[in-house]
């Protein structure tokens, strides 16, 4: 056996099958495009699940991959076991209805065997108990004997949802005896770690239909998978993943910066690996443009960094560390995922930024479990509720271990019973939706039947004549649409371009001798046709006519216009706010377009008023827009861009404006002047790290230009000032404005203090103490707490109460008491909170002061009646 680098497996998986006819596919973005299904890329054929639902028809029917993965269903037990991870390489080949079984089974074998040299008496396999064809191959094809067979029913049948489905076949690796559970029925499947699922060949060749009933497919297909991290762990002979050399440089990183050894405490190991996984999956998540928050995606990554925080802190690290690691991240696999390396500054700015931030939220959560615990303690109560630690949990990234040590310290227990049936419901839901969204699609048998040619002339011309090859109604193949009807054609020849990119789908008309339609949309067959969403106005259409295309001129005019603005936009980004900045998602449409990118704060106005210069500037430029196809190297290698989501084959189309280069199937102008004027109408935030512009161009720019215009004359004729004069004379209106509110706040503020000496008159003595409780007139809450502060200067020992009503479902209470009568057991809080509630509101602070609001004025004077009694209860005195 060679002990082989996970980076030379991962070179020679690819080029094994590479040699046997395969095209090799670069990982894809771990964030799905285009699939709203799936969180995560969490399997290698999870990129290609068009290719297996029958949307697309990929180049080649061989396809090998090392995709990139996410799975995040199993947090909790990364680093407990010896092969849990949230990020892992899938190593995968597939066919799309060529080879089946028998080549499938015979080059996993030959690959683990020949090439890696994996001894074949440790290796066994599983198959489905009625799969007899992968019986026959894998014992008399391969020669493996029947008691290294194993037959299996749930396990070895691969299905979600409806759609296409399969059985399976697992290859295992014997690690020995060492690592078993010692049961005599110990065998692949086990859950101890002496077999190890190294490979796994899934043959889909059934449809589930909505019945429940499975249909053979007319296009059989093979989708395997191999862990790279449990491969390596086998070849290096080490006992788990985490010390193969895809993760040993980071443990021994960890180790140097906690000053701590690894491998001589398991539990402290367990914190070794979660630090080790978790800086993996949020390096490469962030690479992709994914950033900590509290949704979705984000809310991921933001856990496993709190996480991550949490294990150093139990290693000893108290300052953010988790940053430093990303160079080692970046060092092990930026050879073959050069985004983490060439996005490292980001990553390192993104990581410690978080880290920052959720110390100082870590520090926040402690506070409120002691004060949590406090209130146990002076209740006699000695168990924390489990909703007080899933709050914890949920709200501030506690963990609930933490949570019952810092518990434990105080002599406090957990209802940890309570907590993990608020975390399982929590889990249900989330395997719920789940569940309900991640089946594929069945096969759109209608249109994938469709094969013949359809060319695409629109780069060129507007106009183009083509012959009308098919026509579907209602999901089904005519022969005519009539006049009303609404329906998909399929031309040979067509000038209309297809949805895709961003850019909207051209409209127009297409006519025959017989009949006219408008086109409404068109969107790309499975085969590559623009297939065209039409709606017949006159006559009929039939099958085999001669027709005229033409697309709608203005529309494409403008719609051009927005798309090289589109990537000028894209570029000026970049510049003002960093190379970090990565499109992810984008609308270009005649009348505007929208652009969606990764960034981690607000953009300035400063920063939004360089972006639209430049985007100007080059504008007035009036620089070629240059197109050409090459190959994709080719295309890398002169600086291309590619675009978050895109699929690209060998051959891409390059669009080259001024120094803007990305590869691009859009439609563009010929020279960046063409676009007129390019003006942003909003910069906001539409999930945590994602950013969105809105902007305009040529006439819709010249409309916003005129609406601006016309705004100032207004506002010019409103104040009576010509346009050169309105910053000026706004400039003094705003002064005046500042220095009313000033003379203002000082005649509140002597308004407050006489106030404040006639409701000293009031001041009376209840259990001993000097109570002040009165309602004021015309005061807000700000005046309330002025008048509070006056008070408190002229009074050395209190407790006041002042409530205040603004119209009939308005009230403000203010409370304060003094700390000489807060040791005697009065709370200013729990005070104002009682008198709070009297008129239908709620509120509460600390002992010293506290504010309150109301919704039922007419109460004030019950809840002010009350508070001496209030009082009395709480220095436990009864009238």
Known sequence: MKPLSGQTIRQMYKQFFAERGHQVMPSASLVPYDDPTLLWINAGMAPLKPYFDGREIPENPRIVSSQKCIRTNDIEEVGKTARHQTFFEMLGNFSFGDYFKTEAITWAWEFLTQHLDLDPQLLSVTIHVEDEEAFSVWHETVGLPTERIYRGEEDNFWEIGEGPCGPCSEIFYDRGEEFGCGSPDC??????????????????????????????????????????????????QVPNNFETDLFKPLLDATSKIANRVYGSDNAADVHFKIIADHVRTVSFAIADGVLPGNEGRSYIIRRLLRRAVRSGRRLGVERPFLYQLANVVADI????????????????????????????????????????????????????????????????????????????????????????????EQRERARNARQQTEGMQSERTEIEQITEASQFVGYHTLRAEGSVFALLANGRRVERLEAGMEGLLFLSVTPFYAESGGQVADEGTITTTTGAAQVVAVAKAPHGQHVHTVRVLTGSLQIGQLAIAQVDEERRRETV?????????????????????????????????????????????????????????????????????????????????????????????????????????????????????????????????????????GKAAYEEFKRQ????????????????????????????????ERELESLRAKLSQNQAQDLLAVVKQVAG????????????GEALRQ????????????????????GADKVHWVAAVSKDLQTQGVHAGKLVKSVAQITEGSGGGRPDFAQAGGKNASKISTALSKVSSILEEMKGIRA
């Open 187 to 236: 065998k692949p499947g086990c859950d101890c770690d002496r077999f190890l699922e190294i490979w796994n060949l899934v043959f889909t060749q059934y449809n589930k239909e909505s019945d429940g009933s499975y249909t053979p497919l007319p296009k059989k297909n093979i989708d395997t998978g191999s862990g790279l991290e449990r491969l390596a762990s086998v070849l290096q």
């Open 561 to 697: 216009k927005n798309h090289t603005a589109t990537h000028l936009l894209h570029k000026a980004l970049r510049r003002v706010l960093g190379t970090h900045v990565a499109q992810a998602g984008s609308l270009v449409a005649p009348d505007r377009l929208r652009f969606d990118f990764s960034h981690f704060g607000a953009m300035t106005a400063e920063e939004i008023e360089m972006v639209q210069d430049l985007v100007n500037r080059d504008i007035q430029a009036d620089g070629m827009v240059h197109i050409e196809e090459m190959d994709i190297e080719a295309a890398k290698a002169k600086g291309a861009m590619a675009l978050f989501g895109e699929k690209y084959g060998q051959r891409v189309r390059v669009v080259s404006a001024l120094d803007s280069i990305e590869l691009c199937g859009g439609c563009h102008v010929a020279r960046t002047g063409l676009i007129g004027q390019f003006i942003i109408l909003s910069e906001s935030g539409i999930g945590s790290g994602v950013r969105r512009i809105e902007a305009v161009t």
């Open 769 to 780: 103490l000097p109570l002040l409780a009165a309602a004021v007139e015309n005061s807000d």
């Open 787 to 806: 008048m509070v502060d006056s008070l408190k200067e002229k009074m050395d020992s209190y407790v006041i109460v002042l409530a205040s009503a603004q």
């Open 709 to 740: 215009s016309n705004q100032l004359d207004y506002i010019a004729s409103l104040l009576k000032a010509g346009r050169h004069e309105l910053v000026d004379r706004v400039s003094r209106m705003l002064e005046e404005k500042r220095k009313d």
């Open 333 to 424: 696999m930026g050879e073959d995922y050069p985004e983490v390396r060439d996005k490292l500054d980001f990553i390192i700015r993104v990581i410690r930024t978080e880290e920052e931030r959720f110390l100082e939220t870590l520090s926040e959560g402690e506070a409120l479990l002691a004060d949590k615990v406090k209130q146990l303690e002076t209740s006699g109560q000695t168990e924390l509720p489990g909703e007080d630690a899933f709050m914890l949990y949920d709200t501030f990234g506690f963990p609930i271990d933490l949570t019952i040590e810092i518990a434990a310290e105080r002599g406090i227990t957990v209802n940890r019973a309570a907590f993990e049936a608020l975390l399982e």
